[in-house]
């Protein structure tokens, strides 16, 4: 992890962007604990586990579950209802 640190700090440095480690997290998939956490500390950055929004869409081990979905689909009917609004023409 120190290695891919590095390299993150490598492509700050060639790209002029900046990699902010306290707001990134690091998620163990079939890892330890305690390994998981050992990591976060070493690169300082934050823990998280499974399920976590990522982009405002939830990030799980089972999305085919209808509950993962019900928070979004309530978002995603408003969006299109306003897009076809605003492209239907006078006559309808």
């Known amino acids: 992890m120190q290695n ?3 390299i ?4 700050e440095l060639v790209s002029g ?3 902010t480690f306290y707001k990134s997290s690091i998620v163990g998939v ?3 604990a305690h390994t998981c956490n050992f990591t976060a500390q070493l ?20 999305l085919g579950r209808t509950m ?11 969006r299109l209802a ?9 006559g309808g």
């Open 4 to 6: 891919i640190k590095r």
């Open 8 to 11: 993150l700090l490598c492509f």
């Open 17 to 19: 962007l900046k990699v």
């Open 30 to 32: 079939g890892v330890a």
């Open 43 to 62: 690169i300082r950055c934050k823990q998280d586990q499974l399920p976590l929004i990522y982009l405002g869409l939830p990030i799980s081990g089972n």
């Open 68 to 78: 993962m979905w019900n928070p979004i689909v309530p978002n995603i009917n408003c």
């Open 82 to 90: 306003s897009w076809k609004g605003r492209f239907l023409s006078i």
